[in-house]
């Protein structure tokens, strides 16, 4: 049973590229959650897919957005990229049947982003 | 907002130690989680408590989660070179779960 897929595992960017990152749910989740974890900090909540549509959003700019697709698989776009943007990004998924405080994530290994 | 905050921010103890790690907010959680990340992966969850005194064992772990639903510890018995890697605690409020910055746990053989 696969965990949760991420890739690219690491890619390096330029300050002004965009970069799209993708993430394929656990077998059985239908919701996917983006954080950025930023060098020695926690992971920072970006949005939440569920349904197709964003259904909770962090405290993070436009430049951000995202997409799910039918098969629950979604990706992260970042446009303008900025130095302070490096980070890794890891996707989390969960069921949206379960009452939400009793949700579990599931996290991939994430996608390492280094913006020169 | 609601925040985490994790304490200490790191903390290095020889094997075979106790020790005690801390999770407060101002705030009220649903429920609160604790995840090991290790580094080159994605965080793992260990477990999630939900009523407020409520405690759970996992082995040589011990979670706490506060009376009142605002903070949470984790104690650890006879710590092992294998317990070593980043404890984050998580938070489950407003529909989303946010995280603490993490205690970095290194454990000297």
């Known amino acids: 049973d696969a965990g949760v897929t991420q890739s690219p595992t690491h890619l390096i960017k330029t300050r002004g590229q965009q970069v799209t990152l993708r993430c394929s749910p656990k077998?059985?989740?239908?919701?996917v959650s983006w954080y950025q974890q930023a060098l020695g900090q926690g992971p920072q909540f970006i949005f939440q897919?569920?349904?197709?549509?964003?259904?909770q959003r962090g405290n993070f700019p436009d430049r951000f957005s995202g997409h799910q697709f039918p098969n629950y698989s979604s990706e992260l776009n970042v446009n303008a990229l900025l130095l302070g943007d490096s980070a890794l990004y890891l996707c989390?998924?969960?069921?949206?049947?379960?009452?939400?405080?009793?949700?579990?994530?599931?996290f991939g290994a994430g996608s390492r982003l280094t913006v020169l | 907002t609601q925040l985490l905050e994790q304490s200490p921010q790191f903390l290095s103890i020889q094997e075979g130690e106790n020790l005690t790690v801390y999770c407060n907010s101002s705030?009220?959680?649903?429920?609160l989680q604790w995840y090991r990340q290790e580094p080159g992966e994605g965080p793992v969850l260990l477990v999630t408590?939900?009523?407020?005194?409520e405690v759970k064992k996992l082995k040589r772990l011990t979670f706490q989660f506060g009376d009142a639903r605002k903070d949470s510890s984790l104690h650890i018995t006879a710590a092992q070179p294998g317990d070593t890697g980043l404890y984050l605690c998580?938070?489950?409020?407003?529909?989303?779960?946010?995280f603490g910055k993490g205690t970095r746990l290194h454990i000297l053989p």
């Open positions: 989390a998924s969960s069921s949206g049947t379960l009452v939400f405080w009793a949700n579990v994530l599931t």
């Open positions: 077998s059985g989740h239908d919701t």
């Open positions: 897919y569920y349904e197709e549509e964003e259904r």
């Open positions: 705030s009220v959680f649903s429920s």
């Open positions: 408590v939900v009523t407020g005194g």
């Open positions: 998580a938070g489950a409020g407003d529909d989303k779960i946010i």
